[in-house]
């Protein structure tokens, strides 16, 4: 059983066009995230829901817009899709509650924005 | 400044050696610390929880210094599959796990 499980795990598509990830975990936590790993392979969180309800959004442009139907899923659409937003994607989900516990990640989807 | 920094390396040391990472973060209210293991195009997986007390598992043992904002990972009698990139990850609170750049790691024979 995947513990987070995210589709598709990679994904080809042309500029200009609007794709989704999908995301979701078997764990029951609370707390679900998205993070985009660049070509420099530095690993930037770009939202952070807690029980459905947007906790964090670092500056991420708006053409970025999660979505959580429930706790546990947590689904990423992307419009105009541009050069730059190539990277690999994943999602990880944690039961953060005040001293921390271990957050488990997806698969990742590589993104290449033609 | 980057809330969390390390040396990216990489690296390169021969079996049997000790390594030693380091890294420092900015957020003093930081809440929880850990150390991650990314092997290439894979997720990141937790090595180990860091406590202040400072903690071991196996070969492994981490060190959290909350004055200097400092966290330590020292790998003793490196085997070749430790080569991998070591992420150093600091809870800052509000559900936030911030991600240092990684430190690379080659083993080499």
């Known amino acids: 059983d995947t513990a987070v499980s995210q589709t598709p795990k990679y994904l080809v598509t042309q500029m200009g066009n609007d794709k989704s990830i999908k995301c979701e975990q078997n764990l029951g936590h609370d707390t679900m995230y998205w993070y985009k790993q660049d070509s420099k392979k530095f690993l930037k969180i770009m939202f952070s829901y807690n029980n459905k309800e947007l906790i964090i959004n670092e500056t991420v442009p708006n053409r970025f817009s999660p979505k959580s139907p429930d706790k546990a899923h947590l689904n990423l659409h992307i419009n105009s899709l541009e050069l730059g937003d190539s990277a690999v994607y994943f999602c990880?989900?944690?039961?953060?509650?005040?001293?921390?516990?271990?957050?488990?990640f997806g698969q990742g989807t590589r993104l290449t924005v033609v | 400044r980057k809330e969390v920094e390390q040396d990216p390396g990489p690296f390169n040391v021969p079996e049997g050696a000790t390594v030693a990472f380091n890294c420092t973060y900015s957020n003093s209210a930081s809440q929880s610390f850990f150390w991650y293991r990314q092997d290439c195009r894979k997720e990141p997986k937790l090595l180990m929880s860091v406590y202040s007390s400072g903690n071991e598992d196996g070969r492994f043992t981490a060190q959290l210094n909350r004055a200097s904002q400092y966290i330590s990972l020292l790998i003793r009698d490196s085997k070749l599959s430790d080569s991998a990139t070591y992420l150093c990850v600091v809870n800052t609170g509000f559900q936030k796990l911030v991600f240092g750049t990684g430190t690379r790691l080659l083993v080499s024979p």
């Open positions: 990880a989900s944690s039961q953060l509650q005040g001293i921390g516990t271990e957050a488990f």
